[in-house]
């Protein structure tokens, strides 16, 4: 049993015009959701149990990461390694897994990169948070739309524009592990010619805490002193005008490590990981045949560069594994056939570089390694969203994977929603979704800690779940979740019987997870928010259960206005965990 609480002050400025700062819990369920179909519905029509955090959220709980966002919500959990953090959902949480059943998305443009197919949540993620408008989380499989990485959820960020900047801001904080400066600078505006832009700079730097390390079987144990430490660059640009839109990411992350990972050698200054992304996207989205048909095509371009340095028996180390790749994004979205919305999409990636290495930089002839390969995705999607009342509809939805690792896979999806009463709503939800093995899995071979395996196929999961939503009130919203989902094809880190050497290796039995979820949502006149959930899950395979996979997940958070103080207000956050 693990309990976790946290106590925030923060100050909200007090503006002028209504945003998703200052709007009510009714409002706040009728915000549209771009990220269930790549479209956007009100959430009573989402083929999913979507949550949503705001800006405002993240400001009144002092939420510095993505993981610390999403932990917040229904049957999600986060670990950390001191290296990074991992996203669990709805039971499944393998450790050595690196988020690569979930899906994340800035702007709808895909960030889990090309050579380890990491969902970065973290302090990895690209993005300063103070940049984010609001999040989609999408529970369930997404692969119908987005195909690979969407096995157990979407998470889809809106950043802020021009717009809601109005101009500059400075910020700067200070916080433990052992002080942690943290400043940005932003500047965006919409102009008078209708262009909207923003640019944004941020930088971190920690030394990090110093901690007791026992590392087992080495017989070694002691404090890491100074070896925590972790810095972080970040740049952010968008600009839009009237359909166009473009957007840059860059984020460059070095985190110290003090765990002797991989095997190497413990309470040694010096050894670290860095992560360098780079993701940009160009977008066209516009209506026509009087707002009938809307076509939303787009380029986009990612670079990810990973390096670690290790010293094994006092010999210096450097691996890496860059990638690039680009793509492009045609979608259509038409409503000219009465009650329907009918989508049809196809996207195109090319993974033109994935490339691994590991150099022994103090004796080079001793091991040297160089992985080198490429990969092409093609997908081609369809959705129906059928109203056949005004109190029911349906969804139902195809996609077709080509992988040029894996060959084809096919990613079903259906929904009957009914809205019983004005305050009620049932749904009922069915899909399919895959994760292909990445290169790292599949190639990497350094005949020292780990070896290759490319006979690896596609992971698949199935999933059922029956939701209920009601709204008693206009402040308050309940909701009740059951589903069951079975993975099958199972990639896991095991041993190689031949080599005695890591090895990522396929599961024949399949994991079975069996889970309900209950959570409350309700605001008063006061100001007070309050958000709490309780989860029971069960993740299993032949009947023993998964690894970091807990029983019980239970949230309460509370955030209170401060009598007298315009503006400023108490957060409490209370997680449970057996």
Do not use: C
């Given at each position: 049993?693990?309990?976790?609480?946290?106590?925030?002050?923060?100050?909200?400025?007090?503006?002028?015009?209504?945003n998703?700062?200052?709007?009510?819990?009714?409002?706040?369920?009728?915000?549209?959701?771009?990220?269930?179909?790549?479209?956007?519905?009100?959430?009573?029509?989402?083929?999913?149990?979507v949550?949503?955090?705001?800006?405002?959220?993240?400001?009144?709980?002092?939420?510095?990461?993505?993981?610390?966002?999403?932990?917040?919500?229904?049957?999600?959990?986060?670990?950390?390694?001191?290296?990074?953090?991992?996203?669990?959902?709805?039971?499944?949480?393998?450790?050595?897994?690196?988020?690569?059943?979930?899906?994340?998305?800035?702007?709808?443009?895909?960030?889990?990169?090309?050579?380890?197919?990491?969902?970065?949540?973290?302090?990895?993620?690209?993005?300063?948070?103070?940049?984010?408008?609001?999040?989609?989380?999408?529970?369930?499989?997404?692969s119908?739309?987005?195909?690979?990485?969407?096995?157990?959820?979407?998470?889809?960020?809106?950043?802020?524009?021009?717009?809601?900047?109005k101009?500059?801001?400075l910020?700067?904080?200070?916080?433990?592990?052992?002080?942690?400066?943290?400043?940005?600078?932003?500047?965006?505006?919409?102009?008078?010619?209708?262009?909207?832009?923003?640019?944004?700079?941020?930088?971190?730097?920690?030394?990090?805490?110093?901690?007791?390390?026992?590392?087992?079987?080495?017989?070694?144990?002691?404090?890491?002193?100074?070896?925590?430490?972790?810095?972080?660059?970040?740049?952010?640009?968008?600009?839009?005008?009237?359909?166009?839109?473009?957007?840059?990411?860059?984020?460059?992350?070095?985190?110290?490590?003090?765990?002797?990972?991989?095997?190497?050698?413990?309470?040694?200054?010096?050894?670290?990981?860095?992560?360098?992304?780079?993701?940009?996207?160009?977008?066209?989205?516009?209506?026509?045949?009087?707002?009938?048909?809307?076509?939303?095509?787009?380029?986009?371009?990612?670079?990810?560069?990973?390096?670690?340095?290790?010293?094994y028996?006092g010999?210096?180390?450097?691996?890496?594994?860059?990638?690039?790749?680009?793509?492009?994004?045609?979608?259509?979205?038409?409503t000219?056939?009465?009650?329907?919305?009918?989508?049809?999409?196809v996207?195109?990636?090319?993974n033109?570089?994935?490339?691994?290495?590991?150099?022994?930089?103090?004796?080079p002839e001793?091991?040297?390694?160089?992985?080198?390969?490429?990969?092409?995705?093609?997908?081609?999607?369809?959705?129906?969203?059928?109203?056949?009342?005004?109190?029911l509809?349906?969804?139902?939805?195809?996609?077709?994977?080509?992988?040029?690792?894996?060959?084809s896979?096919?990613?079903?999806?259906?929904?009957?929603?009914?809205?019983?009463?004005?305050?009620s709503?049932?749904?009922?939800?069915?899909?399919?979704?895959?994760?292909?093995?990445?290169?790292?899995?599949?190639?990497?071979?350094d005949?020292?800690?780990?070896?290759?395996?490319?006979?690896?196929?596609?992971?698949?999961?199935?999933?059922?779940?029956?939701?209920?939503?009601y709204?008693?009130?206009?402040?308050?919203?309940?909701?009740?979740?059951?589903?069951?989902?079975?993975?099958?094809?199972?990639?896991?880190?095991?041993?190689?019987?031949?080599?005695?050497?890591?090895?990522?290796?396929?599961s024949?039995?399949?994991?079975?997870?069996?889970?309900?979820?209950?959570s409350?949502?309700?605001?008063?006149?006061?100001?007070?928010?309050?958000?709490?959930s309780?989860?029971?899950?069960?993740?299993?395979?032949?009947?023993?259960?998964?690894?970091?996979?807990?029983?019980?997940?239970?949230?309460?958070?509370?955030?209170?206005?401060?009598?007298?103080?315009?503006?400023?207000?108490?957060?409490?956050?209370?997680?449970?965990?057996?």
């Open positions: 049993m693990l309990l976790l609480g946290l106590f925030v002050i923060a100050a909200s400025p007090v503006l002028a015009t209504k998703l700062e200052q709007m009510s819990l009714e409002e706040l369920m009728n915000v549209t959701i771009v990220g269930a179909s790549k479209y956007a519905q009100k959430q009573q029509q989402v083929a999913a149990a949550s949503v955090i705001t800006r405002q959220d993240i400001r009144n709980f002092g939420w510095r990461t993505l993981g610390e966002v999403l932990a917040s919500l229904p049957g999600v959990y986060t670990t950390y390694d001191y290296q990074y953090d991992f996203l669990g959902v709805r039971g499944f949480g393998l450790p050595g897994d690196f988020t690569t059943r979930v899906l994340v998305t800035i702007n709808g443009n895909r960030i889990n990169d090309a050579t380890y197919d990491q969902g970065p949540v973290g302090r990895d993620f690209p993005l300063d948070i103070d940049l984010i408008e609001r999040i989609e989380f999408i529970p369930g499989p997404g119908a739309v987005y195909g690979q990485n969407a096995m157990l959820g979407v998470v889809n960020i809106i950043t802020r524009k021009g717009s809601d900047v101009g500059a801001e910020s700067a904080s200070y916080q433990t592990a052992e002080t942690m400066p943290q400043e940005r600078a932003t500047f965006g505006k919409k102009f008078d010619n209708g262009i909207d832009a923003i640019i944004s700079f941020s930088a971190l730097q920690a030394r990090g805490a110093d901690r007791f390390f026992d590392y087992g079987e080495t017989g070694i144990s002691g404090i890491a002193h100074r070896l925590d430490g972790e810095n972080i660059k970040q740049v952010f640009a968008s600009a839009s005008r009237g359909p166009l839109s473009f957007d840059f990411l860059y984020g460059d992350r070095k985190k110290e490590d003090p765990t002797a990972a991989y095997f190497s050698d413990p309470l040694i200054t010096g050894q670290f990981i860095r992560d360098k992304r780079l993701n940009t996207q160009i977008q066209y989205n516009d209506n026509f045949a009087n707002n009938t048909l809307n076509v939303l095509s787009r380029l986009f371009l990612g670079r990810y560069d990973w390096d670690g340095f290790f010293i028996g010999e210096r180390t450097l691996s890496t594994g860059p990638s690039d790749w680009h793509g492009a994004e045609l979608r259509l979205l038409s000219a056939l009465t009650n329907h919305s009918l989508m049809l999409g996207e195109y990636q090319y033109t570089r994935i490339k691994q290495t590991y150099h022994n930089l103090d004796n001793d091991s040297n390694l160089l992985i080198k390969s490429s990969m092409v995705r093609t997908g081609v999607y369809i959705q129906d969203e059928w109203r056949i009342t005004d109190t509809s349906a969804t139902a939805g195809l996609r077709y994977d080509f992988n040029s690792w894996i060959n896979r096919l990613s079903p999806r259906g929904a009957l929603i009914w809205q019983a009463t004005p305050k709503t049932f749904k009922a939800l069915y899909g399919r979704a895959h994760r292909a093995p990445n290169s790292f899995e599949r190639e990497y071979d005949g020292i800690t780990q070896v290759a395996n490319p006979g690896l196929r596609a992971e698949m999961v199935d999933t059922l779940e029956l939701v209920t939503d709204r008693p009130q206009p402040d308050m919203n309940l909701r009740a979740i059951a589903y069951a989902w079975d993975m099958h094809n199972l990639i896991t880190l095991g041993i190689d019987p031949l080599s005695a050497l890591t090895q990522y290796q396929q024949s039995e399949k994991v079975v997870a069996r889970g309900v979820e209950l409350l949502d309700k605001t008063w006149d006061s100001g007070v928010r309050l958000r709490s309780y989860g029971i899950q069960n993740a299993e395979q032949q009947n023993a259960h998964l690894p970091n996979s807990p029983y019980f997940l239970g949230k309460l958070i509370v955030s209170i206005p401060i009598p007298l103080m315009t503006g400023l207000r108490a957060g409490y956050e209370l997680q449970y965990f057996g």
